[in-house]
């Protein structure tokens, strides 16, 4: 009798230690699917890794390659962001040689400040604003060496930033069968980035209107969107930069804040618009939960 009331105790202690356990078990949280290909979330913070899926994989990375270009630029010595850049005719060019070119229509002889070059970069994502800027800060006596240049101003520093898996052949992500990164490396590229106060300031900007001038001395006001509709659709969304392409699909690298808390991250090769920004958005509700 002593020892199966033995046993009913230990039984009972079981079933008690289930019952404590539960709520635990319950407190997990899944993790999330993307339809994306690839994906990668940390804690800004702390570099915590909070989500992987094929993070280290090599994919095309179409426009998001433009927060390496703005990384460059505000990584330069003695940086004026109030100098002036002359829009020049092989930019709009450029624009109309590349069908996948986005453009932030920058009119030919206007003179444009490098930070409203940046918005016309990071906001409608402006291939013509990048290639004025690789055009303005590489080094070299033709445009092709000062562009070549630049191109290995961003490489130099993805590897400055321990980006393993990342290089580029383009300034804007219209590549030549040599630009690419991964979920991890452009989430540490974003997270570089966002340490500048300027960067932060533009990715965060839903939309803006700046006035340059013209070639004729007067003034015009250009107007820019950004293309991130997470920001005013996610609550805490402080950035950072769409990407699309025929071999890229679509792309997002996103971050928000919530709190003293904010989680950053990437997708890249999602299925269409809709789907990068659900994507998005699972895994930063899943990063919160963390």
Not at 214 to 242: A, C, D, F, H, P
Request: overall charge positive; hydrophobic content about 35%; aromatic content about 8%.
């Amino acid at each position: 009798m002593r020892r199966a009331s033995a046993v009913v105790v230990t039984a009972g202690a079981v079933l008690a230690a289930g019952a404590f356990a539960a709520p635990a078990q319950a407190a997990t949280v899944k993790a999330p699917t993307i339809v994306a290909k690839g994906g990668f979330v940390m804690n800004n913070g702390t570099g915590k890794t909070l989500f992987t899926k094929a993070a280290d994989t090599r994919r095309s990375t179409g426009s998001t390659t433009k927060i390496m270009t703005a990384r460059v630029v505000l990584g330069q010595k003695n940086l004026n962001l109030d100098s002036k850049v002359t829009v020049q005719k092989a930019y709009s060019d450029y624009i109309v040689d590349n069908d996948w070119a986005s453009s932030a229509r920058l009119i030919v002889g206007d003179k444009v400040t490098v930070r409203q070059l940046l918005y016309g970069l990071m906001l409608p994502s402006g291939c013509d604003a990048a290639y004025a800027l690789a055009d303005k800060f590489g080094s070299g006596s033709t445009r092709d060496a000062r562009v070549k240049s630049f191109i290995g101003q961003m490489n130099t520093t993805a590897k400055s930033l321990g980006l393993k898996n990342t290089h580029f052949d383009s300034f804007d992500g219209i590549g030549h069968g040599a630009n690419y990164s991964t979920p991890r490396d452009l989430t540490k590229l974003a997270s570089s980035a966002m340490k500048y106060s300027t960067f932060r300031t533009v990715v965060k900007t839903k939309s803006t209107k700046q006035k340059v001038t013209t070639k004729s001395g007067g003034y015009r006001y250009m107007e820019w969107n950004n293309t991130n509709n997470l920001l005013g659709s996610y609550s805490g969304t402080i950035g950072v930069k769409t990407g699309s392409g025929p071999e890229a699909k679509y792309c997002l690298v996103f971050a928000a804040t919530r709190g003293t808390k904010t989680v950053i991250g990437t997708v890249l090769t999602s299925s269409s618009v809709a789907d990068r920004t659900a994507d998005a958005k699972k895994l930063m509700d899943y990063g919160f939960k963390q």
